[in-house]
């Protein structure tokens, strides 16, 4: 019975954070910009990091907003922009082939941002990119299950076709 409870506990939490971005992250002020299919929210667990891999298209400014359950994940969450780039190995393997490797470049980094939970950037090229999410977690955690503190995160991408400027 004890388990039974606890599953339904588990699963009352996951049903909770499917669609905790929808409801929780504040939207752009700008009407322009509209919900991005890639938005998503999951499950974190305190200390670990999480990504959500999405595609960002030539010619549409982004605004890409996180939120989350402060009480468990603490009040700021550590957020990274990262691009994936495949590149040719530097040496072939042993059949002589050469194959792709994955790169990361960071292009925006929170903490060096006032920890800032959101930006706006206008996309010049498609590109694949990872929004990574670190949450550090509550200042007091107590209990014997402090470690297994799981959270909601949303990340809410909204977009826009990028404006024209100039005459």
């Not at 909770?16 to 509209?34: I, L, P, V």
């Not at 190995?89 to 792709?100: F, L, V």
């Not at 470049?105 to 010049?124: G, P, R």
Request: charged share 30%; proline share 3%; aromatic share 6%.
């Amino acid at each position: 019975m004890a388990a039974a409870v606890a599953l339904a506990g588990q699963a009352l939490g996951q049903t909770g954070c499917t669609d905790y971005h929808k409801f929780n992250c504040d939207r752009s002020g700008d009407a322009r910009f509209t919900v991005n299919g890639q938005s998503r929210s999951a499950m974190v667990k305190v200390g670990e990091e999480t990504e959500l891999n999405i595609i960002v298209y030539r010619g549409q400014d982004y605004r890409i907003s996180i939120c989350h359950d402060e009480k468990i994940l603490g009040g700021e969450l550590a957020i990274r922009l990262v691009e994936k780039v495949r590149v040719p190995k530097a040496e072939p393997d042993a059949n002589g082939q050469r194959g792709y490797e994955e790169t990361e470049k960071v292009l925006w980094d929170n903490t060096e941002h006032e920890m800032a939970q959101e930006i706006e950037f206008s996309c010049t090229a498609t590109k694949r990119i990872a929004v990574e999410v670190n949450a550090p977690g509550a200042a007091e955690r107590k209990g014997k299950k402090a470690e297994l503190d799981i959270g909601c995160v949303g990340i809410l991408i909204e977009h826009m076709p990028t404006p024209g400027l100039g005459f």
